[in-house]
């Protein structure tokens, strides 16, 4: 598109980002149906909002309600919110490298602008592939921390690859493309909303938190570990990365533990109030049998 209708190709970019946002948001207004408490979606009928409402009372998900300043910074102190943002966070930093690889490949002077740009998209490709294929097996096998250390895994080898960097030229790209395949953030994201449904105030602001504190670090990590001048192999950047990667799984299982002993909690109040439920019905029943 570069020159075409006498517009440069980066000016293109925004174009083409602009049209497809638009009907993806409008798309998105009408699909998204908000909580069953407050929907409006018209294509929810009275029976499928009453459902979702019975079916999130039996999974004891609690209603949200709008977050005070004394509740954020109860929550913002909450320990549970800082194991979550551990693997979340390094993970994002880990993955910064893998943004290079444009880079790389006009260094090689073999490709035309057009392949530069092109190439590259077989990770974003891998990405959608990986995160479709282990979100589906894990919800299949209930089981979240096997997939999301597998995506941190692959990460983390694509990122030695890259740190050793004294490798044939195909062993890189395939680094850099085996990157996209590193994303474990969505999984991260859906359990720890599914094993915190009964602490709305922590589920709503964990993304948010996590998400301020990436933009926070990338406005200035990149720069350091991955200095324009030193590209396309950087000094510190892939070995940092590493370190970033190896946190990420470590934290990992720190979230795995904090997560059982929730639920382990959660178990133990539940048989509680049952027990509470059957003790207050026999006080009920034992005048009548008197009678």
């Known amino acids: 598109m570069n020159g075409r209708y006498g517009i440069p190709g980066w000016k293109w970019v925004f174009i083409i980002d602009g049209i497809i946002s638009m009907p993806v948001a409008l798309v998105g207004f009408y699909c998204l149906p908000d909580f069953p408490e407050n929907s409006r979606a018209p294509w929810l009928t009275k029976k499928d909002r009453q459902f979702a409402l019975a079916r999130a009372k039996a999974h004891k998900k609690v209603k949200p309600t709008p977050i005070t300043p004394k509740r954020f910074v109860k929550v913002f102190l909450n320990p549970k919110l800082w194991v979550f943002l551990a693997p979340y966070a390094t993970g994002c930093l880990g993955n910064i490298g893998f943004n290079y690889f444009t880079l790389y490949l006009k260094s090689l002077g073999k490709f035309t602008i057009q392949q530069v740009n092109l190439i590259p998209t077989a990770s974003y490709g891998l990405t959608f592939l990986t995160l479709l294929i282990?979100?589906?097996?894990?919800?299949?096998?209930?089981?979240?921390?096997?997939?999301?250390?597998t995506h941190q895994i692959i990460g983390l080898t694509a990122t030695i690859l890259l740190a050793i960097w004294k490798l044939p030229e195909a062993a890189i790209i395939f680094a850099?493309?085996?990157?996209?395949a590193a994303s474990c953030q969505p999984l991260l994201?859906?359990?720890?909303?599914?094993?915190?449904?009964?602490?709305?105030?922590?589920?709503?602001?964990?993304?948010?938190?996590?998400?301020?504190?990436?933009?926070?670090?990338?406005?200035?990590?990149?720069?350091?570990?991955?200095?324009?001048?030193?590209?396309?192999?950087?000094k510190y950047g892939y070995k940092i990365s590493v370190a970033f990667w190896v946190v990420s799984a470590s934290a990992n299982f720190l979230l795995y533990f904090y997560i059982r002993n929730h639920k382990k909690t959660q178990a133990e109040r539940s048989a509680a109030e049952k027990q509470e439920e059957v003790e207050?019905?026999?006080?009920k029943i034992q005048p009548v049998q008197s009678l």
């Open 134 to 149: 282990s979100s589906s097996l894990s919800d299949y096998f209930r089981n979240r921390i096997f997939f999301i250390t």
């Open 176 to 180: 850099y493309i085996l990157g996209g």
């Open 189 to 234: 994201i859906s359990w720890f909303a599914e094993s915190f449904q009964d602490e709305p105030d922590l589920k709503g602001i964990n993304i948010g938190t996590g998400n301020t504190m990436i933009y926070c670090l990338t406005a200035f990590l990149p720069l350091g570990l991955f200095p324009s001048k030193e590209a396309p192999h950087f």
């Open 280 to 283: 207050f019905t026999d006080e």
